[in-house]
């Protein structure tokens, strides 16, 4: 059984960092490859970052390179995903996602957590 929460989002200034957090109670996170997409209001869920079970094989997409970076613990069940620079039309709900079916389709995922940038 996987179950992931998220955590760490909140309201910053452009050009501030966060630090969200994808956390899974389960023994089997640490086998599967975690993604983290976002929603805007109004807009479709957009795929921003993901990492295979080895912490290798980082994606992420042309609109956060630079800004954003992905990584994990497995010991902990946790992957992070790291915003430094936000903008913005980097303000939406976050999701974590985990176990890969297909290119950007996964099987599990989180409640979100709402990032909401002023400028």
């Known amino acids: 059984q996987v179950s992931l929460v998220e955590s760490g989002g909140g309201l910053v200034q452009a050009g501030d960092s966060l630090r969200l957090s994808c956390v899974d109670s389960?023994?089997?996170?640490?086998?599967?490859?975690v993604a983290w997409f976002r929603q805007a209001p109004g807009k479709e869920r957009e795929f921003v970052a993901s990492i295979r079970w080895n912490g290798r094989n980082i994606n992420l997409a042309d609109s956060v390179k630079g800004r954003f970076n992905i990584s994990r613990e497995n010991a902990k069940s946790t992957v992070f995903l790291q915003m430094n620079n936000l903008k913005p039309e980097d303000t939406a709900l976050y999701y974590c996602?985990?176990?890969?079916?297909?290119?950007?389709?996964?099987?599990?995922w989180g409640q979100g957590t709402q990032v909401t940038v002023s400028s």
């Open positions: 996602a985990a176990g890969a079916m297909d290119n950007y389709v996964y099987r599990y």
């Open positions: 389960g023994r089997a996170f640490s086998l599967l490859e």
